[in-house]
């Protein structure tokens, strides 16, 4: 999972690390690896409940992320169900880019683009991400 309880930042090093104990596996046990995808629903795309994963899999977790690191409210839902529902039908995302009308219009594109539907978006919204870090001074 990509999600804020999962971002370490160490002191003197700006860069970020992303860690996951919470699915890791002893990859000297075949049998341990899972062919079911796992997460947080609250940080999982809407394909994750169709059991379709993709590169573009951890991007929709970012910019999910980026809202709630940027202090934005959290979408409530009552159960998963609900959750997925709004995820389906695209309530979900749109909720937080509502939430994002005060952000830099740049982080709100950048943001939008990482909860796009479109994989290809969402890769080019990561680069567009790694080469803003990139230009960031150390």
Same mark, same amino acid.
């Given at each position: 999972d990509i999600k804020p309880d999962n971002i370490v930042v160490g002191h003197g090093n700006p860069v970020p690390i992303v860690t996951d104990f919470g699915s890791s596996i002893n990859l000297k046990e075949p049998a341990s690896i899972s062919k079911s995808i796992s997460?947080? $629903?609250? @940080?999982? $795309? $809407?394909?994750?409940?169709?059991?379709?994963?993709?590169?573009?899999f951890d991007a929709y977790s970012l910019g999910v992320s980026a809202t709630l690191l940027l202090g934005r409210t959290k979408f409530q839902s009552k159960n998963d169900d609900e959750l997925r529902a709004a995820k389906m039908s695209g309530e @979900?995302?749109?909720g937080l880019l509502v939430d994002l009308e005060n952000a830099d219009s740049e982080k709100k594109q950048w943001i939008a683009a990482l909860l796009s539907s479109e994989d290809q978006t969402r890769l080019a919204a990561l680069k567009q991400g790694a080469n803003w870090m990139r230009r960031q001074p150390q």
């Open positions: 997460g947080t $629903p609250y @940080f999982m $795309p $809407p394909e994750a409940w169709q059991n379709r994963v993709g590169y573009a @979900f995302h749109r």
